[in-house]
């Protein structure tokens, strides 16, 4: 669907994505999971490394999002762009696992 100005709905999505900064996305992030009852209370790890969670945010956004991530199955990446251990058997499932909580 073209918009005014030519630019798509999904182009002017993405711009105001990008123009969310990081402790604007942790606000949001910790609110929204607040108000479903599920508080964050202590951020994620994956192996002994703590994550990242507005990279993995913006990562999974630029492969195409959590339904393209999963279904090109995509989510070794992910967690390779989090700094990963590369050998780690079960890195691919514990990402996706910790982006869907």
């Known amino acids: 669907?073209?918009?005014?100005?030519?630019?798509?709905?999904k182009e002017k999505t993405k711009?105001?994505?990008e123009e969310f900064?990081?402790?604007?996305f942790l606000?949001?992030?910790y609110l929204f999971?607040?108000?479903?009852?599920?508080?964050i209370e202590r951020i994620p790890h994956l192996g002994f490394k703590q994550i990242d969670l507005f990279v993995m945010f913006k990562t999974?956004?630029?492969?195409g999002g959590y339904h393209q991530v999963t279904a090109q199955q995509l989510w070794k990446q992910?967690?390779?762009r989090l700094g990963g251990n590369p050998r780690s058997t079960s890195a691919a499932t514990c990402t996706r696992r910790h982006y869907e909580k």
């Open 15 to 17: 711009e105001l994505v």
């Open 78 to 80: 992910v967690y390779n």
């Open 1 to 9: 669907m073209e918009m005014a100005h030519g630019k798509t709905h």
């Open 27 to 29: 606000k949001d992030l």
């Open 21 to 24: 900064t990081e402790d604007q």
């Open 60 to 63: 999974v956004r630029d492969l």
């Open 33 to 39: 999971m607040k108000k479903r009852d599920t508080p």
